[in-house]
């Protein structure tokens, strides 16, 4: 697997940023912190690892029923740990799109990029409907925050109107097309074209799975939370970091560290901690230290990836 430089970079300036920070709070005081954690809670922590993988499949499962395409769930989930691996080396996660190589077999890759693309935009979509709702429980500690993630809603919500109507994009797409893309390509890329939009508007018809969906993505980053609040009992600091508080910035974190800014959250993921942990008087050494528990949960599911990517090499050839 081929890293670009500009990827090798930003994984550089996230780890300088990360070890700054580092021995900003000083080594001697945050690895007396990691090894005094509260085990049962780590442990707690990673056994919910095989409910939150299993429930992403079933997920993305449930979308590629609904475009007609028939898999497993046991497969989903495989390959969608494959993509966890393979978009950990890549800024903003893109190394996910990996996943439409498994879940071919068609004429084009339209329909296996629509299930991936309407994943993430389930997740996107989940995230900010939490950190709505979580920062209005305690709005007065980052007015802010809210600002920005009310105005991110209305990005996402307007980009997504345009991505979801075929006849903007075709109009905004058509002198590209016409003037860069080569007569060899246009064909293929016309059948992918329509494939996508066919594969959404089938998806966006079945109302019940649009819901379902939608309820089964928020529940999942709820879980996910509290797998990451098993990590804050493991430091000792649910007296200072309540659930309700995790739930209002985890949302925010995460989408920070989806910018293509950084590989595996690296460095964001690090200095958005230090602050929101600042405002309710937790000292830098522990946003470091949960920070770094983070990283280390998040390389478990890269790792259980890597293993299966290993051991289950075979693709399914498309189009593209």
């Known amino acids: 697997m081929r890293v670009s430089l500009n990827t090798r970079l930003i994984s550089i300036f996230g780890l300088l940023v990360l070890l700054y920070f580092i021995f900003r709070c000083g080594v001697g005081s945050i690895v007396p912190i990691l090894i005094d954690l509260k085990m049962e809670y780590v442990l707690l922590s990673i056994a919910i690892i095989p409910l939150i993988i299993y429930l992403k499949g079933y997920k993305w499962n449930l979308i590629m029923r609904a475009h007609g395409m028939n898999y497993s769930t046991a497969y989903a989930s495989k390959v969608w740990l494959i993509g966890l691996f393979t978009a950990t080396f890549t800024p903003g996660r893109v190394g996910d799109v990996v996943r439409i190589f498994y879940v071919g077999g068609g004429r084009s890759a339209g329909k296996p990029l629509s299930t991936v693309l309407l994943d993430r935009v389930y997740d996107l979509g989940a995230l900010l409907l939490i950190s709505c709702f979580g920062g209005a429980l305690i709005f007065y500690w980052f007015e802010m925050a809210m600002s920005m993630i009310f105005f991110g809603a209305l990005v996402f919500l307007f980009a997504l109107y345009v991505v979801s109507n075929k006849g903007i994009v075709r109009k905004v797409l058509r002198p590209v097309f016409k003037q860069f893309v080569p007569e060899s390509m246009k064909s293929k890329l016309k059948l992918n ?3 996508f939009y066919e594969g959404f508007y089938l998806f966006a018809k079945k109302r019940g799975v649009v819901a379902g969906v939608a309820v089964l993505t928020v529940a999942l980053w709820l879980v996910s939370i ?62 470091i230290s949960f920070s770094i528990l983070l990283l280390l949960l998040y390389w478990v ?19 593209l």
Do not use: C, H
């Open 301 to 319: 599911y890269t790792a259980v990836g890597g293993i299966v990517w290993l051991s289950y090499p075979r693709k399914i050839k498309i189009s």
């Open 193 to 195: 074209f329509n494939d």
């Open 226 to 287: 509290v797998q990451e609040y098993m990590l804050i009992m493991a430091l000792g600091l649910e007296g200072q970091v309540s659930i309700f508080y995790l739930v209002a910035i985890s949302p925010i974190v995460i989408i920070l560290t989806l910018l293509p800014i950084s590989v595996s959250g690296i460095g964001p993921r690090d200095v958005s901690m230090i602050y929101f942990f600042s405002l309710v008087g937790v000292a830098s050494k522990y946003a």
